[in-house]
């Protein structure tokens, strides 16, 4: 009987449906394990072979915890609100709801064709208002909490009102806005309504505020930094601009010591850790006020080199700094102007990444140093960022390079207040000896007593204080896009109000383009039907806008962030209308326990995803503040591509072996023209693109001969190998066991076809051990020692493999255990029933079939785990060396357990012996049980 896995395959993938075999419940009966992938965005293009990666070795581990006695749930859903459906909308018309379901169904036929044990009843969706609703509650939430420092958690805003009512806002030690004015009592109990919520907006964990965003004109939206790639967008390739936005943005930065505190206590890779340590960027200091001359305005920076403070000898704001328009003189407004409106055309990474140019102008103004009182030239230069501290620094270029870069550029004086010291890293790693000249009362100093000195003599003056510095900033969380969830939220007298959970969700309204409006509003100014009735609680259209009753609402959308940073809780009730979930399925449910996913999403998702939970964790909703104990990054499949070598300036085409002979330009072409020798048929090339179509070709030996180069598998470098054409022409389970069998999960590893064959001749050869000819042919007859051993060896080195998520050589492991049994003619149940659930977790259609031959009427997947038992691995023989005098003669197969004497009797009678004896009577017979035998002559 042939391993017809086409059928195998389609048949177990339906009965798993229909069975709904890996459905989980919430069952306290048994121990929990949640397993989880990142949750794909469902594009247009579908999967390539690179993205089941992580799927796999997801299903794997959660297919062996079942087999261990968990209830495992395993969920899959779609983060499908994104701009790529959006920009289609535009380029097409087509609503988006309608390319996501699209995609959506594609992604769905693809993942079930790999035979994945997703638990498919709790799927979600992003874009579905019955999972958005859930998105706009915890915005909700946030709008109506504020965070406490003395309490270090997040407290509802009632709490805070009812201290301001009792109290005013003195004592209160709230992490908010730093334009807060203090007030009593008695002030705010007199405030108008506009008034309390213009001051409660400065403490909310989610506000308005103008924010300086990356501004991209061409589509009309914000965009993140990591939307952002050499200064212009991601999608589209078009130019990024900075500029000042109202947005909502999210007070992350409440929680950056807890986000960094919270690290030590999770399961990922070191490497994640430290991206997100550095983007919290925690750094220890002072912070200093500097008074400009000639104006009322004063410059707050941080540094943590306060000790340097005599070093000073000037500043620099960044452009977008608010007081750059103040305090520059007529002088150098034209210059400055021009300046501010350049860096506004580069993003803020490209500003970071560029540490070689230096660039600035002098804005005629001085600021007055704290002790000194002489004059500090203030600049501006794009390499300080608005966002990051306080957008301003003060530039000490004795102990800086890029300061000391900067002033000689410029000609700058450039005091050296460490002349005669030591400045290098190790020298200040000693912070007791290190030694600070040439400043003051800070003069003979050790780094560390100049440290605090210069901040207990700054606190004496009013002109800084010691502090805590953080790098994180408050994440903008307004996108001026259509297919985004919206904001639950319509503004009365310009003051935002939020929509009661009971007649949530706001969903999508229909709109005509997808464009922003001509007069620069977002897509959803161009909706009619977009007004809040609150009198009757529901949307009406904007020609009834009165404000009295009817007001307009928000027409931002939120980021892509928003549901992803809190799906992984959704899984656990999907279905649950009065609630995001309820109590009793997020106690049971916990956390995740296995998370898989890219490292790419380090300071994104995965950072936001975190702050949520943590959130949600002061708020009694999640009984945990880390949402996956455990996280391990898939390293990437890597895709072969195909290049062709064009003679330069022709269309003229030369074949690999004798491109040197000319000079060419290379091409890269569909990887699915090309053969396993690497060989083109031009004709077919001629027939891809409309540029190859006059192509002329130069051949080597009569054929045409591609190069071939590792890299990442994308559509642009038409390296992409679909899974459907795999699974078609080798299996689901070949697919799977490849994917494996490439190399450990976390690295990156290069495809290639042809080496599929390898594991799919496995199959048919495991296959081939359950069968003898066109007959199942397994017997209960009493297994062998030998396939005893071989069973339990790839038992314990199998179980380890996947304990550790070594999948890769549990595959080998399969391998030989395969070809042992095959040269034992072991076709015993005692030994192949227990492989075959060994199996299950990588070929799972396969096992499922063998299992049903075996004549089991359900399904493998709960079937427990083979228990390796050691006994099976002690040798119960020994192969002794024989020697005579000291020289090994030849070597004899003795059972373990004889005593001395039988094993002497064994040799003395064996015909060898009594060969190299000869007639002679040894002297003696040295004899150490388990290792050798002497003949003394």
């Given at each position: 009987m042939s391993y017809d896995f086409n059928t195998i395959e389609a048949n177990w993938q339906k009965y798993w449906a229909e069975k709904a075999t890996f459905n989980a419940e919430n069952n306290r009966e048994k121990p929990k394990y949640y397993v989880l992938d990142m949750f794909p965005y469902p594009s247009?293009?579908?999967?390539?072979?690179?993205?089941?990666?992580?799927?796999?070795?997801?299903?794997?581990?959660?297919?062996?915890?079942?087999?261990?006695?968990?209830?495992?749930?395993?969920?899959?859903?779609?983060?499908?609100?994104?701009?790529?459906?959006?920009?289609?909308?535009?380029?097409?018309?087509?609503?988006?709801?309608?390319?996501?379901?699209?995609?959506?169904?594609?992604?769905?036929?693809?993942?079930?064709?790999?035979?994945?044990?997703?638990?498919?009843?709790?799927?979600?969706?992003?874009?579905?208002?019955?999972?958005?609703?859930?998105?706009?509650?915890?915005?909700?939430?946030?709008?109506?909490?504020?965070?406490?420092?003395?309490?270090?958690?997040?407290?509802?805003?009632?709490?805070?009102?009812?201290?301001?009512?009792?109290?005013?806002?003195?004592?209160?030690?709230?992490?908010?806005?730093?334009?807060?004015?203090?007030?009593?009592?008695?002030?705010?109990?007199?405030?108008?309504?506009?008034?309390?919520?213009?001051?409660?907006?400065?403490?909310?964990?989610?506000?308005?505020?103008?924010?300086?965003?990356?501004?991209?004109?061409?589509?009309?939206?914000?965009?993140?930094?990591?939307?952002?790639?050499?200064?212009?967008?991601?999608?589209?390739?078009?130019?990024?601009?900075?500029?000042?936005?109202?947005?909502?943005?999210?007070?992350?930065?409440?929680?950056?010591?807890?986000?960094?505190?919270?690290?030590?206590?999770?399961?990922?890779?070191?490497?994640?850790?430290?991206?997100?340590?550095?983007?919290?960027?925690?750094?220890?200091?002072?912070?200093?006020?500097?008074?400009?001359?000639?104006?009322?305005?004063?410059?707050?920076?941080?540094?943590?080199?306060?000790?340097?403070?005599?070093?000073?000898?000037?500043?620099?704001?960044?452009?977008?700094?608010?007081?750059?328009?103040?305090?520059?003189?007529?002088?150098?407004?034209?210059?400055?102007?021009?300046?501010?409106?350049?860096?506004?055309?580069?993003?803020?990474?490209?500003?970071?990444?560029?540490?070689?140019?230096?660039?600035?102008?002098?804005?005629?103004?001085?600021?007055?140093?704290?002790?000194?009182?002489?004059?500090?030239?203030?600049?501006?230069?794009?390499?300080?960022?608005?966002?990051?501290?306080?957008?301003?620094?003060?530039?000490?270029?004795?102990?800086?390079?890029?300061?000391?870069?900067?002033?000689?550029?410029?000609?700058?004086?450039?005091?050296?207040?460490?002349?005669?010291?030591?400045?290098?890293?190790?020298?200040?790693?000693?912070?007791e000896n290190t030694i600070i000249a040439n400043s003051d009362f800070l003069n003979g100093l050790s780094y560390k007593k100049a440290t605090k000195t210069a901040i207990f003599e700054l606190e004496k003056i009013g002109q800084g204080e010691g502090k805590i510095n953080y790098r994180l900033r408050d994440a903008v969380f307004s996108r001026q896009r259509y297919w985004g969830e919206p904001f639950p939220v319509y503004y009365v007298d310009g003051m935002p109000q939020m929509i009661d959970v009971a007649h949530l969700p706001i969903a999508l309204p229909e709109v005509e383009k997808y464009l922003p409006t001509e007069t620069g509003e977002p897509p959803l100014g161009r909706a009619t039907v977009w007004a809040w009735d609150a009198k009757n609680n529901k949307v009406v259209s904007n020609d009834l806008i009165d404000d009295t009753n009817v007001f307009p609402l928000e027409l931002n959308t939120m980021p892509g962030w928003a549901g992803s940073s809190y799906y992984f809780n959704r899984y656990m009730d999907p279905h649950n209308v009065d609630e995001v979930f309820s109590k009793e399925a997020i106690n049971y449910w916990k956390e995740v326990d296995l998370y898989i996913g890219g490292s790419e999403h380090a300071t994104g998702h995965l950072l936001y995803a975190r702050f949520w939970q943590k959130f949600l964790f002061d708020r009694g909703v999640v009984p945990v503040d880390e949402f996956a104990k455990k996280l391990i990054n898939q390293g990437m499949i890597l895709g072969t591509s195909a290049i062709v070598y064009r003679i330069s300036g022709s269309n003229t085409y030369v074949s690999k072996g004798i491109k040197d002979e000319y000079e060419t330009e290379e091409l890269r072409v569909d990887v699915n023209m090309i053969n396993a020798s690497d060989e083109l048929i031009p004709e077919e090339l001629m027939s891809w693109q409309p540029q190859f179509k006059d192509a002329e070709f130069i051949l080597e030996d009569g054929k045409f001969i591609v190069g071939r180069e590792v890299e990442k598998m994308s559509k642009r470098w038409y390296n992409v190998v679909n899974p459907d054409g795999i699974c078609e022409q080798y299996g689901a389970d070949s697919l799977r066991l490849y994917e494996m069998f490439l190399g450990p999960l976390e690295q990156a590893k290069p495809w290639n076809t042809a080496g599929i064959t390898g594991v799919h001749s496995f199959l048919k050869k495991l296959w081939k051990l359950y069968h003898n000819g066109d007959v199942f042919d397994v017997t209960d007859e009493a297994p062998t020692k030998d396939s005893l051993k071989t069973l339990h060896k790839t038992i314990k080195k199998v179980e380890e493999d996947i304990e550790n998520f070594s999948f890769n050589t549990s595959v080998s492991t399969f391998m030989i255990a395969v070809n042992e049994l095959t040269a034992q003619k072991c076709n015993s149940r005692v030994i192949l029933e227990p492989l075959t659930i060994l199996v299950s977790p990588y070929a799972p259609h396969i096992a499922e079939e063998l299992w049903q031959k075996l004549g089991h009427s359900e399904s493998i997947a709960t079937e427990a785990f083979p228990i390796f038992e050691e006994k099976h691995l002690v040798e119960s023989t020994k192969q002794y060396p024989i020697s005579f005098n000291g020289k090994t003669r030849f070597t004899l197969e003795l059972s373990l357990d004889l005593s001395k004497d039988e094993i002497e009797a064994e040799v003395m009678g064996h015909e060898k012996t009594k060969q190299q004896l000869d007639g002679r009577t040894p002297k003696k017979v040295i004899v150490v049980p388990g290792k050798i035998v002497n003949v003394v002559g």
């Open positions: 247009g293009a579908g999967l390539h072979v690179g993205h089941p990666l992580g799927y796999i070795a997801s299903d794997i581990y959660a297919r062996y915890k079942r087999h261990k006695g968990f209830n495992v749930l395993h969920p899959q859903g779609y983060d499908s609100f994104g701009l790529p459906a959006e920009q289609y909308a535009i380029q097409t018309g087509q609503h988006p709801a309608i390319t996501t379901r699209e995609n959506i169904a594609r992604y769905r036929e693809q993942l079930d064709k790999i035979g994945f044990s997703f638990d498919w009843s709790r799927e979600v969706k992003t874009s579905d208002p019955k999972f958005y609703k859930w998105t706009q509650w915890i915005f909700i939430e946030l709008f109506n909490s504020w965070y406490d420092k003395d309490a270090d958690k997040a407290r509802v805003i009632t709490d805070l009102e009812a201290i301001f009512t009792k109290e005013g806002n003195a004592n209160v030690n709230a992490v908010c806005d730093e334009d807060v004015e203090p007030f009593t009592a008695e002030g705010w109990n007199g405030f108008s309504s506009k008034e309390k919520q213009e001051v409660l907006l400065k403490y909310r964990l989610t506000y308005l505020a103008e924010t300086e965003v990356n501004w991209c004109p061409q589509l009309g939206t914000v965009l993140a930094n990591d939307e952002i790639v050499n200064g212009v967008s991601e999608r589209g390739g078009y130019p990024v601009v900075r500029k000042k936005m109202t947005q909502w943005s999210m007070r992350i930065s409440a929680y950056a010591q807890r986000l960094l505190d919270g690290l030590d206590t999770i399961d990922w890779p070191q490497p994640l850790k430290d991206s997100q340590t550095n983007w919290i960027g925690r750094s220890q200091g002072a912070s200093v006020t500097f008074n400009v001359k000639d104006h009322e305005a004063t410059i707050e920076v941080f540094t943590t080199r306060p000790d340097t403070i005599f070093g000073v000898s000037f500043m620099t704001l960044a452009p977008e700094h608010e007081l750059v328009q103040k305090i520059t003189t007529s002088e150098q407004k034209e210059e400055v102007q021009a300046y501010v409106e350049a860096t506004a055309k580069r993003s803020e990474r490209e500003r970071m990444a560029d540490v070689k140019t230096i660039s600035g102008v002098f804005t005629g103004a001085y600021a007055e140093h704290p002790f000194t009182k002489e004059p500090v030239p203030i600049w501006i230069g794009d390499y300080v960022l608005a966002g990051y501290g306080t957008g301003a620094v003060m530039a000490v270029p004795c102990g800086d390079q890029r300061d000391y870069d900067f002033a000689k550029y410029f000609e700058i004086d450039i005091p050296n207040i460490f002349e005669g010291v030591d400045i290098s890293e190790e020298a200040f790693a000693d912070k």
